[in-house]
Nanobody
Framework: QVQLVESGGGLVQPGGSLRLSCAASGNIFRIDTMAWYRQAPGKERDLVASITRGGAHNYADSAKDRFTISRDNAKNTVFLQMNNLKPEDTAVYYC???????????????WGQGTLVTVSS
């Protein structure tokens, strides 16, 4: 089995920072693009940032200049450093990854269970 597990969410005041982590585990041959999405109540799930295996970044306009996505390929982990958080950043943040499973060489697109980020005074 292959799975993604997020961590690092919590309650933070406006202007504060959080660092989210997402670790992939299981019988993994290779992880391609990894990404962070978020979903607030009543809204669609939107891309926040993505990073290719080679390190190319893509950011939503709302995240650009405030958030930084990075990854450690050796540890199958992706991070999202979030600075200068705003109330509108409040959402459940989900990790997404394209993974090739080792044993059967199947391509999987997986989602983590989500971690809640609440930005409030």
């Amino acid at each position: 089995q292959v799975q993604l597990v997020e961590s690092g969410g919590g309650l933070v005041q406006p202007g504060g920072s959080l660092r989210l982590s997402c670790a992939a585990s299981g019988n993994i041959f290779r992880i391609d693009t990894m990404a962070w999405y978020r979903q607030a109540p009543g809204k669609e799930r939107d891309l926040v940032a993505s990073i290719t295996r080679g390190g190319a970044h893509n950011y939503a306009d709302s995240a650009k200049d405030r958030f930084t996505i990075s990854r450690d390929n050796a540890k199958n982990t992706v991070f999202l450093q979030m600075n200068n958080l705003k109330p509108e950043d409040t959402a459940v943040y989900y990790c997404n990854a394209g993974i090739i499973e080792r044993s059967l060489y199947k391509y999987l697109e997986l989602w983590g269970q989500g971690t809640l980020v609440t930005v409030s005074s």
